[in-house]
């Protein structure tokens, strides 16, 4: 996840020519303040990706079961590879024998805040030590969250802290699905046809 080699497993791992995902140019400049996003991701296994930004790109965990506000839950988190802060925007459909290839909503987003901060520690450290604090702004979700390296090879564990934004009773993965750039389910955002080179096409609504 945090190799030296920046975008380039990103690249690497991606044909342009076939998946509609950014390329990782990095063109575009660090945010103002750093932000968040989570994206639903219904590929081979269906997952949500959590994605924090860090020096310049957008550190990645795949969380099999989403997000929870539940203190008592812990969601494993397996580290993928660093994405550039352009796929905070993306939703779409990866074609099917691509990398990933599956639907893409933007389930939440916002700005977060290191809470290791506080002790000196920051983004970079906290990553390289296997312990990331953050204060997530979000649609959705809100409040802090701790993203914790287990010993061995196991991943990492994605766990709400018990503070005043924790409900037990919310289970938001569940109840609020839709996209909070487009407001698409991701069953919508799957239906749709991918855009046609050739404008104009069969106009109205076919059958499919
Ligand atoms: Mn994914």
Redesign the pocket.
Known sequence: MTDDTGLQTYDDRRDFRRTPEPEGDGDRDPSERPIFVI?E?D?SSH?Y?VRIEVDGVLASW?VPKGPSTDPADKRLALP?EDHPLDYADFEGVIPEDEY?GGTVIVWDAGTYRNLRAADGVDMESSLAEGKVEVWLEGKKLRGGYVLVEMGGRDGWLLIKMDDEEADARRNPVSTEPGSVLSGRTIEEVAGEEPPSPEPGGDGEEGTR
């Open positions: 994206q991701h590929a997952h990706d795949a993928t990933g």
